[in-house]
Structure formats: C-alpha cells, structure tokens
C-alpha cells in the first residue's frame, strides 16, 4: 500500500523555523517527483514546492522563495521542507504529494499532477 506521512508541524513564533518531513512506505520517492502544498482555512490549496524525480531544479511559489528549501534524503525515503523566517500568512495544513508523471519540470506545475496524498500536518505561526 503506498503511504506518505507528513510530520513535522506545530507552533512557531513569526520569524521561526520549521522542517517538514514527508517519509514514503511502500514505494521509493526517489522515482517519482514530490510537491509540498499548503491550505489555509477558507483558501484553496495551493503549491508552495516541488522537485521532479530526476532531483532536478526544484521550484518554489513565489511567495516562499528564499525562506523555503525543499529537499531529499534517499537512504530515509523522505521529502523534507525547510522553512524559515515564518510568517502568520504561512500558517496551514502542509501536505505532501508524489507522482510518476513528468511534473515539476517547468514552473506550471499543479496539484492535479500529483496522485498520492499524506493527510497533511498543521503549521501555526503566531505569537
């Protein structure tokens, strides 16, 4: 049964930090390309990054580029965002996607390329 878990969320303080952890059981993520996205209450979901499954240039929605990193460890079968310098506005239910389709190879990537879902972990920032 292919799973993704995410981990990692909670409560930070505005200009904090976080790492988000999206570890896969039953397939290896390495062969397939990984998008984080985020939903605030009352807003539609939306990409916040992705990389493609050959580690290839990852990209970022503008309004987390320099703040976010998106990452791979393959020895752990996990995706981790790192985000820093956290704002209110970040505040959302985080998930992580996987797909074997070509995706994230150009900046039009979207949730509809992916195909494989965590249940997502909340982040809070607020003081």
């Known amino acids: 049964q292919l799973q993704l878990v995410e981990s990692g969320g909670g409560l930070v303080q505005p200009g904090g930090s976080l790492r988000l952890s999206c570890t896969a059981s039953g397939f290896t993520l390495d062969y397939y390309a990984i998008g984080w996205f985020r939903q605030a209450p009352g807003k539609e979901r939306e990409g916040v990054s992705c990389v493609s499954d050959n580690n290839g240039r990852p990209y970022y929605a503008d309004s987390v580029k320099g703040r976010f990193t998106i990452s791979r460890d393959s020895a752990k079968n996990t995706v981790y965002l790192q985000m820093h310098n956290l704002h209110p506005e970040d505040s959302a239910v985080y998930y992580c996607?996987?797909?074997?389709?070509?995706?994230?190879?150009?900046?039009?990537?979207?949730?509809?390329?992916?195909?494989?879902w965590g249940q997502g972990t909340q982040v809070t920032v607020s003081s």
């Open positions: 996607a996987a797909t074997r389709n070509p995706t994230c190879l150009y900046s039009d990537w979207r949730e509809g390329d992916f195909d494989y």
